[in-house]
């Protein structure tokens, strides 16, 4: 079967050299400007839905929150897991929602449009939604 390529460009070495100006400080700097203005319970439950490497994720855990990582790519939830233990990751298509609940489910950074049709962009929507309490 036929990968499409976005299954395998963000294991490549240019995703990390495309993106390697990209640091936590940059999404530090975001999501102290967003999290307020969401205004979630302590402790909330939020789903990071294509988390890459984990940056977004580990500062949502600083922040407070309860934290679900996932990313399709198993280079990245590889690193995840590495650099931030505390955190558990899974490789999961941001297509297919966990059967857990969450208060926020976060789709940060440029983990959106890779699919050749509305249906496969809709069914992200649909897996968020689905998501949510």
């Known amino acids: 079967m036929h990968k499409a390529w976005y299954e395998s460009w963000f294991d490549s070495p240019y995703y990390e050299l495309l993106y390697q ?6 999404a530090a700097n975001f ?6 203005l969401l205004k979630l319970s302590p402790q909330a439950s939020v789903w990071d839905m294509a988390c ?16 679900y990582a996932s990313d399709l790519s198993k280079k990245s939830i590889e690193k995840a897991c590495c650099m931030f233990p ?3 990751f899974e490789v999961r298509d941001m297509r297919n929602c966990p059967k857990q609940k969450f208060n926020a489910v976060f789709n940060l950074f ?3 449009g890779y699919f050749d049709t ?10 968020a939604a ?4």
């Open 21 to 26: 100006h990209r640091d936590s400080a940059e």
């Open 31 to 36: 999501l102290n400007a967003l999290i307020p």
């Open 52 to 67: 890459g490497q984990g940056r977004h994720a580990i500062l949502l855990k600083h922040l407070g929150l309860q934290v």
């Open 86 to 88: 505390e955190l558990d």
């Open 110 to 112: 440029t983990s959106f």
């Open 118 to 127: 509305a249906v496969e962009h809709q069914k992200i929507f649909n897996s």
């Open 130 to 133: 689905a998501a949510l309490h």
